[in-house]
């Protein structure tokens, strides 16, 4: 027996259209073609070594809690993280989105991340190989800097 790789993740949102966006136009995942389940929502490929990881994006039916809502942020789960190339093009990204993220540069390793939050509340790490990045490494400077359970997602109204 033997675990070959995460084959998908699902995330309950309340704005299937701004969640989709994010996923597309900020972090650069292709949309796919989705079962009809009876209720909205979406596919997108993450490419992964083996072939496509997909996010499940959920609106309505089996996202909405007893209130009729879907939750938001990432619960138990701390966030998801997903393997990138172009830390500084990324940075642009949020910054032209006008998203607040977090910089690291894991202690011992060659490794950058960057933190945000996706329109559900959903933390997202995007981790790069420094060693292969062009430019500065991460700022880890207060304010900048991600700590670890220290959440600066901030709902959009």
């Not at 607040?100 to 202690?107: A, C, K």
């Amino acid at each position: 027996m033997l675990v070959t790789g995460l084959f998908h993740c699902a995330i309950k949102t309340n704005d299937l259209k701004a969640t989709v966006g994010f996923y597309t136009r900020v972090l650069g995942l292709r949309e796919v073609a989705r079962p009809d389940f009876g209720y909205p929502g979406a596919w997108l490929a993450c490419p992964a070594p083996g072939g496509d990881a997909i996010v499940h994006i959920y609106a309505g039916g089996p996202a909405l809690g007893r209130e009729g809502k879907a939750p938001s942020g990432t619960g138990a789960i701390d966030h998801l993280s997903l393997a990138a190339h172009g830390f500084h093009e990324f940075r642009e990204r949020f910054r032209a989105a006008d998203l607040d993220w977090r910089e690291f540069l894991v202690p011992g390793t060659t490794l950058w991340q960057l933190f945000v939050y996706d329109p559900s509340g959903v933390q997202l790490e995007l981790t790069f190989d420094g060693s292969v990045e062009a430019g500065p490494p991460p700022d880890m400077r207060d304010g900048r800097r991600y700590v670890a359970g220290d959440s600066f997602f901030t709902p959009r109204v």
